[in-house]
């Protein structure tokens, strides 16, 4: 039975849009939850805004980034060491936060009704522009009414169809790392659906879609700042996979993406 969420949250002098992920998550009715800073090489003044902010409150804790974890996604696999057996995990920008205050008391209510410990638990979330509060667009991984868990040859061919699943809207459990227990370092902004990819090709992997919103992910991140660093290193993750097939869902991965910003 999962009875911990746990956020990790790599920050570099992000301070001054932390409030609205922080309070996103003290109004939850859903109590018992940890969040985890994986501090960068920050100035002083956003460091220590964010250890008086753990001093105001036990489930906050920030640590230093180690150098030996490069990158954002090295931060996120320093965070990966600190999980616990019951803690479901998600890794959330600065300008991420969630949809409503009672959004994680009604997913691990749906969860632990289904009495099985899945990786992978894959909810819906809107991409938002921080600086208007505009919804730009909506994630929409997989809809299927008839078939809510994924298995290694269901999962694989729904990324091979263009579906990605937002790392912001996954939780992942304790033993998804223990099958695939890091991000690559090597990428700058691909290395989610890298691995995703990669955990596609695992044997005997569980993972369960939710219909349910979980979170608000600003688009206006370092991602949308880069587009082509992103396409290519896109285009290397489907390659590494699917070899010289990539361009099938490389293609349908952007056709999707219009298409979910006309229709929804």
């Not at 309070?23 to 009715?29: A, E, G, P, R």
């Not at 985890?36 to 100035?43: A, E, H, I, Q, W």
């Not at 991965?253 to 979910?260: A, E, G, T």
Request: with cysteine.
């Amino acid at each position: 039975m999962i009875t911990s969420i746990k956020i990790i949250v790599p920050t570099l002098n992000s301070y001054l849009i932390l409030p609205k992920l922080i309070n996103s998550l003290k109004i939850q009715t859903w109590k018992d939850w940890n969040l985890l800073f994986v501090d960068g090489d920050s100035t002083k003044k956003h460091f220590n805004w964010i250890k008086d902010l753990c001093l105001s409150d036990s489930r906050l804790n920030v640590i230093k980034q180690d150098e030996s974890f490069k990158g954002i996604y090295g931060a996120m696999n320093q965070g990966f060491k600190t999980i616990k057996d019951n803690e479901l995990v998600l890794f959330w920008g600065s300008d991420d936060w969630a949809i409503s205050p009672s959004v994680f008391e009604d997913i691990i209510s749906k969860i632990n009704s289904y009495k099985k410990k899945y990786d992978l638990l894959i909810c819906r979330g809107r991409y938002i522009d921080f600086k208007t509060q505009r919804i730009t667009r909506y994630s929409n991984f997989f809809k299927n009414k008839f078939l809510t868990s994924l298995n290694k040859e269901t999962f694989k061919k729904s990324l091979f169809l263009g579906m990605t699943p937002p790392h912001q809207a996954t939780f992942f459990n304790k033993n998804a790392f223990e099958k695939l227990p890091s991000f690559s370092e090597k990428l700058q902004l691909a290395s989610d659906l890298d691995y995703f990819l990669k955990f596609s090709c695992i044997d005997k992997i569980s993972i369960l879609v939710l219909d349910n919103e979980l979170v608000n992910m600003s688009n206006n991140g370092i991602s949308s700042q880069k587009n082509l660093l992103r396409f290519k290193e896109v285009l290397y993750s489907y390659k590494n996979i699917f070899g010289i097939f990539f361009f099938v869902p490389y293609i349908l991965r952007y056709i999707r993406r219009i298409l979910l910003k006309i229709f929804n």
